[in-house]
Nanobody, 122 residues
Framework: QEQPMESGGGSVQAGGSLKLSCAIPRNVGILSVGWFRQAPGKEREGVAV????????IVADSVQDRFTIALDYSKRTAFLQMNSLKPDDSGDYYCAADIGRFCSQVTCFTYWGQGTQVTVSS
């Protein structure tokens, strides 16, 4: 009831595109929705965050101009459109939601999905 659920992960070749979706339960309050990723042996890092109220976004430099985050609040679904994918984009992608904070750190978010795997091959 309180866990977002990601979908849309898979394997693509470098230069390809992939769109991730995140369904957020009704009982999870949303001010911000964030996408994070984690490669094996590395820290989880913020990819993109969006604020519901005004659409303000925070986007990591590493994905700037390639990834776009969106939120359809009426459907309680967030999206991450990933274009021009690189092998370094590979990892487990997580979506998260928080009712009161807008920031891009892991600690900003209360509710987390289980992740979906993205693999980008050369």
């Amino acid at each position: 009831q309180e866990q977002p659920m990601e979908s849309g992960g898979g394997s693509v070749q470098a230069g390809g595109s992939l769109k991730l979706s995140c369904a957020i339960p009704r009982n999870v309050g949303i001010l911000s929705v964030g996408w994070f990723r984690q490669a094996p042996g590395k820290e989880r890092e913020g990819v993109a965050v969006i604020r519901r109220t005004d659409g303000r976004v925070i986007v990591a430099d590493s994905v700037q101009d390639r990834f776009t985050i969106a939120l359809d609040y009426s459907k309680r679904t967030a999206f991450l459109q990933m274009n021009s994918l690189k092998p370094d984009d590979s990892g487990d992608y997580y979506c998260a939601a928080d009712i009161g904070r807008f920031c891009s750190q892991v600690t900003c978010f209360t509710y987390w999905g289980q992740g979906t795997q993205v693999t980008v091959s050369s």
